[in-house]
């Protein structure tokens, strides 16, 4: 069984402060861990991945996140926010190959100018 | 450029009435999904198919059904039996090599 809980469905910043959007995961296997983002009525974009290899991965658009496994934890970071980066974040987990991608219940993150 | 085309982008529904949700792809992708969005409770998935004409139940089948008779398709039908299709629909491919999913841009089913 898997799942993940994204900590705060809503995170507020001032344009140029720090984005640290919170993922805690379950997975009675080693995990893959994702994060996607996703602007109003379109669909899902790959933020970044974790597949096992460095635990501090980097993806588009400045994000990184750190897989954490003795706190369970893949939390997402980027170090100024822009005011583009307003959107809804996802993290999500699978076991990995063709197993079911359990995804969060998401966190919007606005931006302040 | 390869990719997944969801149509239609906004669709409505009269009480009563079956529906079919298109997507397509183009990126030779085995694995195909159907997600379904309400707003906080992130993504549900409806069914899914890792083979042509071969799927599987997700957690919220009831109500829908699917085909899978070419490896570029995989519509969802949304029947009269979903008793609340107001919602958010997302379908998605995977290739198992690269991990992650592709997605759509969505289709916005309105109940009319």
């Known amino acids: 069984a898997q799942s993940v809980t994204q900590l705060g469905s809503h995170v507020s910043v001032s344009e140029g402060a720090l984005v640290l959007l919170r993922c805690n995961y379950s997975?009675?296997?080693?995990?893959?861990l994702f994060w996607y983002v996703q602007y109003p009525n379109q669909g899902l974009q790959l933020l970044l991945k974790?597949?096992?290899?460095?635990?501090l991965v980097k993806g588009i658009n400045g994000f990184e996140a750190e897989f954490k496994k003795s706190e369970t934890s893949f939390h997402l970071t980027k170090p100024s926010a822009h005011m583009s980066d307003a959107a809804e974040y996802f993290c999500?987990?699978?076991?990995?190959?063709?197993?079911?991608?359990?995804f969060g219940t998401g966190t919007k993150l606005q931006v302040i100018p | 450029d390869g990719g997944i085309t969801q149509s239609p982008k906004y669709l409505f529904r009269k009480e009563g009435q079956n529906v079919t949700l298109s997507c397509e792809q183009n990126?030779?992708?085995?694995?195909m999904y159907w997600y379904r969005q309400d707003p906080g409770q992130g993504l549900r998935l409806i069914y899914y198919?890792?083979?042509?004409?071969?799927?599987q139940k997700g957690d919220i089948a009831e109500g829908y059904s699917v085909s899978r008779e070419k490896k570029e398709s995989f519509p969802l039908t949304v029947t009269s039996a979903q008793k609340n299709p107001t919602a958010f629909y997302l379908c998605?491919?995977?290739?198992?090599?690269?991990?992650?999913?592709?997605f759509g841009s969505g289709t916005r089913l309105t109940v009319v």
């Open positions: 998605a491919s995977r290739d198992i090599s690269k991990y992650g999913y592709t």
């Open positions: 997975s009675s296997v080693p995990p893959y």
């Open positions: 974790y597949t096992s290899a460095a635990t």
């Open positions: 999500a987990v699978s076991p990995g190959g063709y197993q079911k991608v359990t």
């Open positions: 990126l030779n992708h085995d694995a």
């Open positions: 198919s890792q083979i042509v004409n071969d799927f």
